[in-house]
């Protein structure tokens, strides 16, 4: 069974940074691409960042590009969102998700994953 468990959220003041961690169990985590979402109150799931198997490539959405860095580390079993320069719109619960194929290029569409963690909680006050 795969495991996804994230860590790292909190309250931070804009401007502030936050670091999640995502651990994965259960499968050959390195072989497949993984992402982070988030869910925010009355709006809809939506694409953070995406890397590959490899940590070569990744993807962010427009809003985030420049202040968020996702990582990897293989030999942890570990996937990481680096968020700086944090704003009020960043508050959202935060999910990992990983790609339901090995080896494939990262991607943003959220039916391309097949196991997600619980979630963590990221809120920035103004």
């Known amino acids: 069974q795969v495991q996804l468990v994230e860590s790292g959220g909190g309250l931070v003041q804009a401007g502030g940074s936050l670091k999640l961690s995502c651990a994965g169990s259960?499968?050959?985590?390195?072989?497949?691409?993984m992402g982070w979402f988030r869910h925010a109150p009355g709006k809809e799931r939506e694409f953070v960042a995406t890397i590959d198997w490899s940590g070569g490539n990744t993807l962010y959405t427009n809003s985030v590009q420049g202040r968020f860095t996702i990582s990897r580390d293989n030999a942890k079993n570990t996937l990481y969102l680096q968020m700086n320069s944090l704003k009020p719109e960043d508050t959202a619960v935060y999910y990992c998700?990983?790609?339901?194929?090995?080896?494939?290029?990262?991607?943003?569409?959220?039916?391309?994953?097949?196991?997600w963690g619980q979630g963590t909680q990221v809120t920035v006050s103004s």
């Open positions: 259960g499968r050959t985590f390195g072989i497949y691409a």
């Open positions: 998700a990983a790609h339901k194929m090995a080896f494939k290029r990262p991607t943003p569409v959220a039916a391309e994953y097949d196991y």
